[in-house]
C-alpha cells in the first residue's frame, strides 16, 4: 500500500484547472500477469454480513484505503454497501471513489456488474477511472472492447482509466488496443502511460504509483459541463 499520495494523477491537469482536487485514494499492487485478476481468496458468499459503519471506516482513512485482503473476505454484502457509498453525495469524494475501487477486489460477478453502469454513465470522469480499472480486474479480458471504447473519451482522465484498466488486462488484444491509441494520443501524460503500458504491460501500474482514482469536489452538473469542455488531446 502506497501512504501518504498525494500527487494528481498523470494526465489530470487541465481537470484540476477546473476546480478538481486531488484525494489519497486506494493504491493498486499488481500481482498477475496477463489476466487482471489478482490472486487472493474469493470473497464468500457465506461471509458474515458486514455494516455500513465498518465499511466507511475501512474506506475513510487520511493516507490509505482498505487492504485488498480486507475487501476480499467481507462476501456478497459488501457490494450494495459499496454501490450505496458510491451513489451518497454527502461523503467526500475520495471515499466515493474508494468505495468504486473496492469493488474490483471483492473478485465477484455481482461487483463487476454494478461497476458497468458507472462506465457507461457516471458524469464524474474520475469514478469513472476508478470503475475502468475495477472492472478490468474482475474481468479481465472479458472486459476489453468496454474498456478500449474509453480510449477515445474527451476526457483524458477517463482515458487514463482506461489505458490504466488495459495494462492491468496485459493481453495482446489489450496491448493491441493501446498501440492504437498511442498513434493518435495528443495528451503528454496519457501518451507516457501508454507507452509504459504498452512495454511493461500489469508492472507499468505498479511501478509508477499504482492506480490512482483522484475526485473532485464539484457536483455531478459540473463535472458533466466540465467533461463538455474537455477537448481531445486536453
Known amino acids: 500500500m502506497i501512504r501518504g499520495l498525494r500527487r494528481w494523477p498523470h494526465g489530470c491537469k487541465r481537470e484540476r484547472a477546473r476546480g478538481h ?73 475520495f471515499v466515493r471513489a474508494r468505495a468504486v475501487e473496492a469493488l474490483g477486489w471483492t473478485r465477484l460477478p455481482l461487483a463487476a456488474r454494478s461497476l458497468r453502469p458507472i462506465v457507461e454513465r457516471d458524469p464524474n470522469p474520475f469514478f469513472v477511472r476508478a470503475a475502468l480499472v475495477a472492472i478490468a480486474r474482475l474481468e479481465g479480458t472479458g472486459a476489453v472492447p468496454l474498456i478500449a471504447d474509453r480510449l477515445g473519451h474527451p476526457s483524458s482522465v477517463v482515458r487514463m482509466g482506461a489505458v490504466e484498466g488495459l495494462a492491468l488486462v496485459g493481453t495482446e488484444a489489450a496491448r493491441h488496443s493501446l498501440r492504437a491509441r498511442l498513434s493518435v494520443e495528443r495528451h503528454a501524460g496519457v501518451r507516457r502511460a501508454l507507452e509504459r503500458a504498452i512495454v511493461r504491460g500489469p508492472a507499468a501500474v505498479a511501478r509508477t504509483r499504482g492506480v490512482t482514482s483522484a475526485t473532485q469536489t464539484a457536483t455531478p452538473n459540473d463535472a458533466a459541463k466540465g467533461r463538455s469542455r474537455t477537448r481531445e488531446g486536453h
Do not use: K
Open 21 to 93: 482536487r486531488s484525494w489519497p485514494v486506494v493504491a493498486i499492487l499488481v500481482a498477475t500477469v496477463g489476466t487482471g485478476v489478482v490472486p487472493g481468496t474469493p470473497a464468500r458468499a457465506d461471509a458474515p454480513r458486514p455494516t455500513r459503519e465498518t465499511v466507511l471506516a475501512m474506506l475513510s482513512g487520511v493516507d490509505s484505503g482498505p487492504r485488498p485482503a480486507e475487501v476480499a473476505t467481507l462476501g456478497a454484502g459488501v457490494v450494495p454497501i459499496l454501490e450505496a457509498l458510491h451513489r451518497d453525495a454527502q461523503l467526500e469524494p
